[in-house]
């Protein structure tokens, strides 16, 4: 395959996700769903990025929006849509729902609904490669929330510890629930902390899935080098955010999304929700056209619903 | 031999087997160990010991992961108490792993400090309680019998369990009675079968069971005794069969458990009818009872043998 045409390829992966949660997030406003869904509007690009770099021996362990990453790994949205629907045909046979949903044939082993508690796993699974001298790593997935845990400092030190290689990965959208960073806490410099431990740390912020899959590759082979963990800060923007109107906000106060169906997101076959960089499509903006991401846009969405529907 | 060596000897036998059993827990294989617990075990060249950080709700974490990713592993801690740290991981993760039915092992041996005088908040004698958060497989060391078997059986088997010892016990020696019966499960082991009582003995009180035992037979009354090794309900239908030949019971329960597996002996056997007399050994609690004290139960074996009212058998009513 040519360079533009893996190019392309990406920015096809990067649509699928787009508008499989698109028709997610329609089957949800109209109550399809009883288990709760934790949409990943705006997370794209590292959930595109990481699956890309997953080697067969690597292992992806999430929290509970992980919706962004399974249909990054899953083959079928349908088995997806079913498992959410807890129906036997879904992809763990409508056992796990949607915050603990795994993928183990495509390497996602475990998914934690509680903050933090995937993280002590995460450093379970790469001891247990460590033992028996296993190639590959382990990629953990959390949140700006979840550092406030315990568990992220505990799990980092046995890590560092125990030599054993470990991409953290740390969506930082800046909300928990319904409150954000300056509303709950002090800052953290996760860069400081984590040097502190002699963890290598990194800063994604581009929201460019071809620079990321770059970085994280050279990532990996660190982790892998020097057998340590590696801490990895996203910055990124959960789109899909809607104002309520109460009688101490008149003028509608700023909901930031966190579960359930974004009522300001519609299907449809223009796929941005965003014109800035908040949303990874309109980086790829510096590599393809508008129209040409449009054309794509509407293709997949065409496929993802005659395949669902 | 004292309790603890008998189970360190078991320990190192068993540990040696697995090519990748990884072990790990603070201070397992440095200085004098667990207070002697864990001393001397060695792994396969394949498998590890560490020396961990001070971090339990990890450390739990830890061992789902590696059991999950087919590793075998044992977490061995100081206190029962510690192990609070990691309740999310032993409810949460377990509910997930035991989804699976995991081909490899993890195992968690804690100490619980039933010896007393640790202070209001170091004294978690409470194994029932604990393991009833998720349903989680208890089992308890007391003898030399239940020892051998418990960890033959389930150190190293698929799945999670927790495996409690006691602080108590640790430097008593080692108690040495043939069995006459022991379940499937390793979870109800029988030491004697007497015509006149049913002792049933619960959490870590054989020894207790035991005494009462032995007085009996002095007297020349006749009893069963039997060991309930399991932190959560079982089948009762060997002790129920002994209750309709004695008709009389003594439970023994030397917890500070509120979720407690006797409740349910005495459940099957008002619902089969025989008993006739129980008398139920447990803790009071009176004022301010977290405040650092023994932790044994004081029994006025006198009294419980002649609230049994066993007429005609022996010189009991003192």
């Given at each position: 395959m040519s360079h533009s045409a893996l190019k392309e390829e990406i920015l096809r992966k990067l649509l699928r996700l787009r508008m499989a949660q698109l028709i997610v997030n329609e089957m949800y406003k109209k109550g399809a769903f009883k288990v709760p869904v934790h949409l990943a509007l705006g997370h794209e690009a590292i959930a595109v990025s990481l699956s890309e770099i997953m080697g067969l021996n690597d292992q992806l362990i999430l929290n509970h929006r992980n919706i962004h990453y399974n249909l990054a790994r899953v083959d079928s949205l349908k088995t997806e849509i079913d498992e959410y629907l807890l129906k036997n045909e879904g992809l763990a046979g409508g056992d796990l729902g949607s915050m603990n949903l795994v993928n183990e044939a495509r390497g996602i082993v475990y998914s934690s609904s509680i903050l933090g508690n995937n993280l002590a796993?995460?450093?379970?699974?790469?001891?247990?490669?460590?033992?028996?001298?296993?190639?590959?790593?382990?990629?953990?997935?959390?949140?700006?929330?979840?550092?406030?845990?315990?568990?992220?400092?505990?799990?980092?030190?046995?890590?560092?510890?125990n030599q054993l290689p470990v991409i953290v990965i740390i969506e930082n959208n800046q909300w928990s629930l319904g409150t954000k960073i300056e509303e709950r806490r002090c800052t953290i410099d996760i860069g400081k902390l984590v040097s502190g431990l002699s963890i290598p740390y990194e800063q994604l912020s581009s929201n460019d899935t071809y620079e990321y899959i770059d970085k994280l590759t050279a990532l990996k082979a660190i982790a892998c080098e020097r057998k340590t963990?590696?801490?990895?800060?996203?910055?990124?923007?959960?789109?899909g955010w809607w104002r309520q109107k109460t009688a101490d906000f008149p003028d509608g106060k700023f909901i930031n999304y966190h579960a359930g169906p974004s009522p300001s997101v519609n299907e449809q076959e223009d796929p941005y929700l965003a014109r800035s960089s908040d949303d990874p499509l309109f980086v790829m903006e510096k590599y393809f056209s508008t129209d040409k991401i449009r054309l794509l846009a509407a293709e997949t969405l065409a496929e993802l619903k005659k395949a669902v529907l | 031999m004292k309790y603890i060596e008998y189970i360190n000897e078991i320990l190192k036998q068993k540990v040696l087997e697995p090519e990748h059993l990884f072990i790990f827990g603070q201070n397992v294989s440095a200085g004098?160990?667990?207070?002697?617990?864990?001393?001397?075990?060695?792994?396969?060249?394949?498998?590890?010991?560490?020396?961990?950080?001070?971090?339990?709700?990890?450390?739990?974490?830890?061992?789902?992961g590696a059991m999950m990713n087919g590793v075998d592993a044992i977490f061995f801690m100081k206190q029962q108490d510690f192990l609070l740290l990691g309740i999310d991981q032993l409810v949460n993760t377990y509910n997930i792993v035991r989804r699976?039915?995991?081909?490899?092992?993890?195992?968690?041996?804690?100490?619980?400090?039933?010896s007393g005088y640790e202070g209001p908040q170091s004294a978690l004698n409470n194994f029932a309680d604990f393991c009833s958060i998720a349903r989680i497989p208890g089992y308890t060391i007391t003898n030399k019998i239940d020892a051998q078997e418990i960890i033959n059986k389930h150190?190293?088997?698929?799945?999670?369990?927790?495996?409690?010892?006691?602080?108590?016990?640790?430097?008593t020696e080692l108690i040495d009675i043939p069995c006459v019966y022991m379940n499937k499960d390793r979870s109800l082991f029988q030491y004697f079968q007497g015509q006149d009582v049913t002792i049933a003995c619960f959490n870590l009180?054989?020894?207790?069971?035991?005494?009462?035992?032995?007085?009996?037979?002095?007297?020349?009354?006749?009893?069963?005794?039997?060991?309930?090794?399991?932190?959560?309900?079982?089948?009762?239908?060997?002790?129920?069969e002994d209750v309709q030949?004695?008709?009389?019971?003594?439970?023994?329960?030397?917890?500070?458990?509120?979720?407690v597996p006797y409740q349910s002996l005495l459940c099957a056997l008002y619902a089969q009818g025989s008993m006739e007399k129980h008398v139920l050994v447990k803790r009071s609690y009176e004022g301010y009872w977290c405040r650092p004290h023994h932790d044994q139960l004081d029994i006025d074996y006198d009294k419980v043998i002649s609230d049994l009212n066993i007429q005609g058998i022996g010189v009991i009513n003192k």
């Open positions: 796993v995460a450093a379970g699974f790469a001891m247990a490669k460590s033992i028996r001298n296993d190639d590959g790593v382990v990629m953990v997935v959390t949140g700006d929330g979840a550092i406030e845990e315990g568990a992220f400092y505990e799990s980092l030190v046995f890590e560092k510890s963990p590696v801490c990895v800060e996203v910055p990124l923007t959960t789109l | 004098s160990c667990i207070s002697g617990f864990t001393r001397g075990l060695k792994v396969k060249p394949g498998g590890r010991i560490v020396n961990t950080p001070n971090c339990e709700n990890t450390l739990c974490g830890v061992g789902f699976n039915n995991p081909k490899a092992s993890f195992t968690i041996m804690p100490v619980i400090v039933d150190l190293i088997a698929p799945g999670f369990r927790i495996i409690a010892i006691s602080q108590r016990l640790f430097k009180s054989l020894p207790y069971g035991l005494e009462i035992h032995r007085r009996m037979r002095e007297n020349n009354i006749q009893a069963s005794v039997f060991s309930i090794n399991a932190a959560m309900p079982i089948s009762w239908d060997e002790i129920v030949r004695t008709k009389r019971v003594i439970i023994i329960d030397d917890s500070k458990s509120v979720n």
